[in-house]
T-cell receptor, first 115, second 112 residues
């Protein structure tokens, strides 16, 4: 069964509004979670690393003020796309390792469409 | 040159065939190797996780890692239509979700 839960699975919003995506680890604690973005027919690109109790680490080229990440607890990380624009339309996927040497397990993704 | 190379396909095979999916890489520091299966509009699902060189088998799936050649493979035996998906290889220098480098994915279609 799924070990990482992501919500919502899809969302449509108007340009200029903000959207929050939640990522929860099920039955395990995740001090670190990872947020990826995937464009159609392309591979996953790491956006940022979410760290419980501290600031997120963003990859080069990812605007931290636009993609706000909060790791509120050991089982919850949120990604807020602020002032969304059509070019932010994409598939956002969160992930977490179940342990220190464990591989990443991914959520089912959130398809964001900005109109 | 990309760090991880993967043929995007599409690869079409008849039901029951043995499927071979491959990735090559350039970074000799990679130690952890993964294969994920991704259905359309879904997140990647972990299929295989291996450390260093060698083989690992799980049901119809076998993963092989040849670090000397910087080459990894995923074999699917007795392929089924339900195996139709995109298969992503991924690798990292450390475990625990340490920054993964993904291949572009190979689209597989298993036909009746």
């Amino acid at each position: 069964g799924a070990v990482v839960s992501q919500h919502p699975s899809w969302v449509i919003c108007k340009s200029g509004t903000s959207v929050k995506i939640e990522c929860r680890s099920l039955d395990f604690q995740a001090t670190t979670m990872f947020w990826y973005r995937q464009f159609p027919k392309q591979s996953l690109m790491l956006m940022a690393t979410s760290n419980e109790g501290s600031k997120a680490t963003y990859e080069q080229g990812v605007e931290k003020d636009k993609f706000l990440i909060n790791h509120a607890s050991l089982t919850l990380s949120t990604l807020t796309v602020t002032s969304a624009h059509p070019e932010d339309s994409s598939f956002y996927i969160c992930s977490a390792p179940t342990g220190p040497d464990s591989p990443l397990h991914f959520g089912n993704g959130t398809r964001l469409t900005v109109t | 040159q990309k760090e991880v190379e993967q043929d995007p396909g599409p690869l079409s095979v008849p039901e029951g065939a043995i499927v071979s999916l491959n990735c090559t890489y350039s970074n000799s520091a990679f130690q952890y190797f993964m294969w994920y299966r991704q259905y359309s509009r879904k997140g990647p699902e972990l299929l295989m996780y291996t450390y260093s060189s060698g083989n690992k088998e799980d049901g119809r799936f076998t993963a092989q890692v040849d670090k000397s050649s910087k080459y990894i493979s995923l074999f699917i035996r007795d392929s089924q239509p339900s195996d139709s998906a995109t298969y992503l290889c991924a690798m990292s220098t450390a475990g625990g979700g340490n920054k993964l480098t993904f291949g572009t994915g190979t689209q597989l279609k298993v036909e009746l």
